[in-house]
């Protein structure tokens, strides 16, 4: 089931703690571009089909990346995308915004989703993973 744009945001802006909706969303279109060119195929295609018609088509045609990047670099490349963020941030805002995702893609699709990424993104989805 895909999540309404509305709600969506809502859940971003809750989690983050933003105050308006417009940061939420300044956000949610940083952290889906990078996670976007970390998942191919068929996984990203079912996260697209989830999520908002305008986050689905950020996700679908992500920034470009030459590797993969581990967590931390995930991070620290949404601090570069958002203006005057701060690695703290950064770190907020990727947790709200893929705690969101991984609501609307249920856990199935998530385990997928962290196989096509390197070890450690479990917890910025808010998934911990047990070793």
Request: no cysteine.
């Amino acid at each position: 089931m895909t999540l309404r744009r509305e709600a969506f945001l809502d859940h971003v802006k809750e989690r983050g703690e933003y105050r308006s909706a417009q940061e939420a969303e300044r956000a949610a279109r940083v952290v889906l571009a990078l996670l976007g060119a970390h998942l191919v195929g068929e996984v990203r295609a079912q996260l697209a089909a989830r999520l908002p018609e305008d986050f689905a088509l950020i996700l679908l045609n992500p920034l470009q990346s030459a590797e993969p990047l581990s967590p931390e670099r995930f991070v620290r490349a949404t601090a570069a995308w958002i203006e005057g963020a701060t690695e703290q941030t950064a770190t907020w805002d990727v947790g709200a915004v893929l705690s969101t995702v991984a609501d609307a893609a249920g856990d199935d699709l998530v385990g997928l989703i962290l196989l096509q990424l390197p070890a450690g993104y479990d917890l910025l989805f808010g998934r911990p993973q047990s070793t």
